[in-house]
């Protein structure tokens, strides 16, 4: 607490001793000034605008316009029944050329999946004979086996 008031009178006595009292004055003459030389400024400008607003419009009206009838003449050259014609001509063109390059593709790729359908069904066939060969070949081995088991066992059972 002490310290605080120790430090308020050490402002006092430095503001005390500088005086900006004359460079404030200064500022707001200053300002004062460029204020009024803006309105000035400004007064002038509205008049000018005033004075030649007239030109001003006759010229913006007179671009607007020749961009207008630019724009018109554009459009009706573009929406024509002759170029309306053409250009549903060609879209059609480009649809059935598409549709057909589509058809033609899909043609191809069927049958290319048909080669491989057909080869894995031919490849199928040979597996499966060759399995059933295999399962024959050893239907005849075990019977063969159980055959001479047989003979065997017929030999051992009429010895005793």
Excluded: C, H, P
């Excluded at 006092?12 to 500022?27: E, G, H, L, P, R």
């Excluded at 400024?41 to 001003?56: A, P």
């Excluded at 419009?57 to 007179?62: G, N, P, Q, W």
């Excluded at 050893?138 to 063969?144: Q, S």
Aim: proline letters at 0%; glycine letters at 4%; aromatic letters at 6%.
């Amino acid at each position: 607490m002490a310290t605080k008031k120790i430090a308020k009178k050490a402002v006092k006595k430095a503001t005390n001793k500088f005086d900006f009292s004359d460079s404030v004055k200064a500022i707001k003459t200053s300002a004062k000034k460029v204020n009024k030389e803006m309105m000035e400024v400004t007064e002038e400008v509205v008049e000018d605008i005033k004075e030649n607003g007239g030109q001003l419009k006759e010229v913006a009206v007179s671009t607007v316009k020749k961009v207008y009838n630019k724009t018109y003449d554009t459009v009706a050259e573009t929406v024509s029944m002759k170029n309306i014609s053409k250009t549903t001509k060609n879209i059609n063109a480009y649809t059935l050329k598409t549709a057909e390059e589509l058809v033609d593709g899909a043609i191809v790729n069927g049958e290319k999946w048909q080669g491989v359908a057909t080869k894995a069904v031919k490849g199928g066939l040979k597996l499966a004979a060759k399995q059933q060969d295999i399962v024959f070949d050893t239907l005849e081995t075990v019977k063969g086996q159980f055959a001479y088991t047989a003979k065997r066992f017929k030999k051992l059972v009429s010895n005793n």
